[in-house]
């Protein structure tokens, strides 16, 4: 529970007041929430840095959906404040979790693969351009550096760590630079594109890597923010750069404004898990209920490779019966 912004340590467990069973009529679902996947939106949220309303944090989920007279199904993809154990989530917004993924799994996939499909389904490419995928290490990096590779797009990502940019070489091949200091990867990536121009560019970062971006474009690239920080205005683009198509993405209101969009993404996610296309990303798991605080900090500082999840703790089974333990005092009998 989130009771005012502006620290982590804000966040507490508490216990969560029951949830009844939604009507199909409203096409409401109450979600037994298993995994949570945590976003970097979710850390400015509770930072309190997020513009304008965010509702609570959390939004990637995978669980068992509850309808009445139905059955329960093992669903993933969005719900209304989904860090705790039940969620209330309409059935645009979940699908069926495909066979081959875990609850963790599948949390991993809703908003990042959501958004490098809106990515890229935004731009005009042609095979043997150049994408430039700021903080490469991360979930959608991850999935935008494959999309790449489908299409045949030459990369060039950045990232702040050494072991990040060794994982995104061996898994794309792709040449790396700093996310951590734009100087530096200027002159990386000017280097590397040798005289060459960029087509297309991924941002998520602020400030002067936004300039290097525009500077390192060629004529007529196409350049999709999803950042929440900093964001250049079209005007601002347009006097660094006229000719580049600029898109802003902001894939929480576009959900909203159009739910059956919402669940088209998701359907298809789905079929392309099925058909081994598409796989889980690599994640870092933390118990919700003693390493929350953990969770975030991680994703905060950008220790993480992949996605952050918060995996929800297990019902716990009624204690019938008696049980005798022996073993006199010894710490293992205590500790039983």
Not at 107 to 124: D, E, K, Y
Not at 131 to 146: F, N, T, Y
Request: hydrophobic share 40%; glycine share 12%.
């Amino acid at each position: 529970c989130l009771h005012s912004r502006g620290a982590i340590t804000n966040l507490v467990v508490e216990v969560q007041p029951a949830l009844g069973v939604s009507h199909e009529v409203d096409g409401e679902r109450i979600l037994h929430v298993r995994a949570v996947g945590l976003n970097f939106r979710d850390v400015l949220n509770v930072l309190g840095e997020y513009p304008g309303t965010p509702g609570p944090p959390g939004g990637d989920c995978a669980g068992d959906t509850v309808s009445t007279g139905g059955p329960v199904v093992p669903s993933f993809g969005y719900a209304d404040a989904p860090l705790a154990s039940w969620a209330r989530t309409t059935r645009w917004l979940v699908v069926p979790l495909p066979a081959p993924l875990a609850y963790e799994q599948g949390s991993t996939l809703p908003s990042a693969w959501s958004t490098a499909h809106m990515a890229f389904g935004g731009c005009c490419v042609a095979s043997d351009g150049a994408l430039l995928m700021h903080a490469a290490a991360g979930g959608v990096g991850v999935v935008a550096i494959e999309y790449a590779q489908w299409m045949r797009l030459r990369t060039r990502g950045s990232a702040g760590k050494p072991y990040k940019h060794r994982y995104v070489r061996q898994s794309s091949g792709g040449h790396m630079s700093s996310s951590r200091d734009a100087a530096v990867s200027s002159l990386g990536m000017s280097h590397e594109l040798n005289a060459c121009r960029l087509h297309f560019a991924v941002n998520s970062l602020s400030m002067d890597f936004i300039a290097l971006a525009c500077a390192l474009m060629a004529e007529d690239g196409c350049f999709e923010e999803i950042g929440k920080r900093g964001v250049w205005s079209t005007h601002q683009i347009e006097g660094a750069a006229p000719s580049l198509v600029h898109n802003v993405l902001a894939l929480d209101s576009t959900m909203a404004a159009d739910p059956s969009w919402g669940q088209a993404i998701l359907c298809l996610l789905s079929a392309r898990v099925l058909g081994g296309i598409t796989a889980s990303l690599v994640l870092q798991c933390f118990d919700m209920s003693a390493q929350y605080e953990l969770a975030f900090r991680t994703l905060r500082n950008g220790l993480n490779m992949g996605k952050v999840v918060a995996r929800m703790p297990a019902a716990r089974e009624a204690a019938d019966g008696s049980h005798d333990v022996t073993g006199g005092t010894s710490g293992l009998r205590l500790l039983t």
